[in-house]
């Protein structure tokens, strides 16, 4: 086999692949650790590409060559380790090591099996003349219910990754993750017996791009969507946005002056963690400047809103931080910057009122800590 072919053969997934890795090295919206897994990820299917094709090359061989059930070991190796590690890019915050360590246990039993296979005989092996046999204990199949197991672990995660993401940003992540099975799944019907790296060798491609235009909606310190998204929900998305909450933190000067940045940072953690898991299935929550925050209520009534702020505000109860919050409903046909401007007038006339408060209990302007 020489590369010349191999090159031709794959031109299209190997300029994918490549172009994959010159992204990555431009691009600023992805962490040094999502790079070195893409990075791997693109390494790891090159090598399977070309461990596929040599084992194309020895099916020629009029004899057995000891390389052949090797390389098909190889070949059944690969795909879940490149599961694996994709489902660090979303997954690796949530699961601790002892449940990534769960998750390897399949396949760290699959390995030895499959190099030892073509002598015990337990999933493959083949013939002197070079022809496959499955394996004598009906477990031929073994290594596709252990990549099925993986790939529905993967999509699991992501889900889970995404699920406080609207319907758009979900339907387009299953378009990506669930498009490369159905293509497996006609190959293996239409008995067509392929390499699948080119299949996904796309759907990576398509998966760093969305991850990439994931990441560049949210804010990284809080995880709430960004200025420009809202900016851009304001401008598109108007016409289904019937409330609008203003949101603003009080006393971050006072954190960031006596206790230093990082405690103000904390401060606002927290506060969008709360605004993040609080705000209800019918809201999007914003960070759109260092302690202001907006939500974007589409199709949602006005008491569904005024409920989802009271628990927002018992949770931030909890806490040692204090907001102030404003709302606007906008109804049909009127401008959504007049509510907006309203939802912020009456953020403002709430922040008066609990300074008032405060004082008139003696307490002085600051944390109520």
């Known amino acids: ?40 990820v693109v390494i790891l299917m090159m090598l399977e590409t070309l461990v596929f094709q040599l084992e194309r090359w020895t099916q020629t061989f009029e004899t057995l060559s000891i390389a052949r059930p090797l390389l098909t070991a190889t070949v059944y190796s690969l795909y879940p380790i ?39 005989r337990l999933i493959f092996h083949f013939n002197d003349n070079n022809t496959y046999s499955g394996g004598d204990f009906g477990l031929s199949i073994w290594p596709y219910i252990v990549f099925g197991f993986y790939l529905v672990v993967f999509v699991v995660y992501n889900f889970i990754y995404l699920r406080k993401q609207s319907n758009k940003t979900l339907l387009v992540a299953a378009y990506i993750l669930l498009a490369p099975m159905i293509g497996v799944i006609v190959y293996k019907v239409c008995g067509i017996d392929n390499d699948y790296s080119p299949i996904f060798a796309s759907a990576v491609l398509l998966y760093y791009l969305f991850i990439y235009i994931y990441n560049s909606k949210i804010d ?21 946005i019937t409330v609008v909450v203003s ?16 405690a103000g940072d904390e401060a606002i953690v927290t506060i969008s963690k709360i605004l993040l898991d609080y705000r209800g299935p019918k809201g999007d929550a914003y960070r759109v ?10 199709n949602a009534t006005e008491e569904e809103v005024k409920n989802a702020i009271a628990t927002m505000q018992s949770e931030l109860a909890k806490t040692k931080y204090m907001c ?46």
Do not use: C
């Open 82 to 120: 490149i599961l694996l590690l994709m489902m660090q890019v979303t997954s690796s915050k949530r699961l601790t090591k002892k449940h990534w360590l769960l998750l390897l246990i399949p396949e760290l039993v699959s390995i030895p099996l499959y190099y030892s296979s073509q002598w015990t």
């Open 247 to 262: 949101v603003d933190m009080n006393d971050l000067k006072y954190f960031n002056d006596n206790f230093g940045h990082l």
């Open 289 to 298: 400047g260092g302690d202001e925050f907006m939500l974007l209520y589409r």
């Open 220 to 240: 990284p310190l809080t995880s709430l969507l960004n200025r420009q998204s809202y900016i851009k929900a304001i401008e598109s998305e108007a016409r289904d």
């Open 324 to 369: 102030a919050f404003g709302y606007a409903v906008r109804y049909p046909m009127d401008p959504l910057n007049d509510a907006v401007v309203l939802s912020d007038q009456r953020m403002y006339e709430n922040k008066a009122k609990i300074k008032a408060e405060r004082l008139a209990r003696g307490e002085e302007d600051h944390s109520r800590s």
């Open 1 to 40: 086999m020489r590369f010349l072919d191999f090159f031709v053969n794959n031109f299209v997934m190997v300029y994918e692949l490549i172009g994959l890795l010159i992204m990555l090295g431009i691009s600023v919206h992805v962490s040094k650790q999502m790079k070195i897994i893409n990075i791997t």
